[in-house]
């Protein structure tokens, strides 16, 4: 019998403007078009309060739109120490957020959080902050993330079986 409860995932990056609110529209996209929406629920946060009630950085969406993802609605917001109870899995963009992350959750959920491309199959580990950078990155950072969300996606549907 197949669990009722929803699948809950927290993508994590440093301010949440660009990299993890790209991965959780990225993979919001995905599992609507797997027809999993009842069954998976997705949100984004940063380990800083930098852009907390700011939408994504218009360089992530306008990246994002060409793919025909969209990322309205998305909130930039800080994780919070509830966030480790409520979420399943909490998945960092990369190894210093991973770090902070672990430190933050108590010993109980530490378990919770992983690096985001370790569900891809790429030799990369991290997602590239491309707030600094040019328009490439972005899609770069997309290109990374479709990657890593059909794994992640293909994992959690095996798991789910």
Request: a negative charge.
């Amino acid at each position: 019998m197949k669990n009722s409860r929803k699948t809950s995932i927290l993508f994590v990056c440093m301010g949440n403007i660009c990299r993890s609110p790209t991965a959780e529209g990225v993979f919001r996209h995905f599992v609507n078009e797997a027809g999993r929406a009842d069954q998976i629920e997705v949100d984004s946060a940063g380990t800083h309060a930098y852009h907390v009630g700011e939408g994504p950085d218009r360089r992530a969406m306008a990246a994002a739109e060409r793919r025909g993802i969209s990322l309205a609605g998305i909130k930039a917001r800080r994780v919070c120490d509830d966030d480790f109870e409520n979420f399943d899995h909490i998945i960092a963009m990369d190894e210093d957020n991973q770090v902070r992350l672990i430190e933050q959750a108590p010993d109980e959920y530490r378990s919770k959080v992983s690096l985001f491309l370790s569900s891809a199959t790429g030799d990369e580990s991290e997602v590239p902050d491309p707030y600094y950078g040019g328009a490439a990155g972005f899609e770069r950072v997309l290109d990374l993330v479709e990657e890593a969300s059909r794994g992640l996606l293909e994992t959690l549907s095996k798991h789910s079986d």
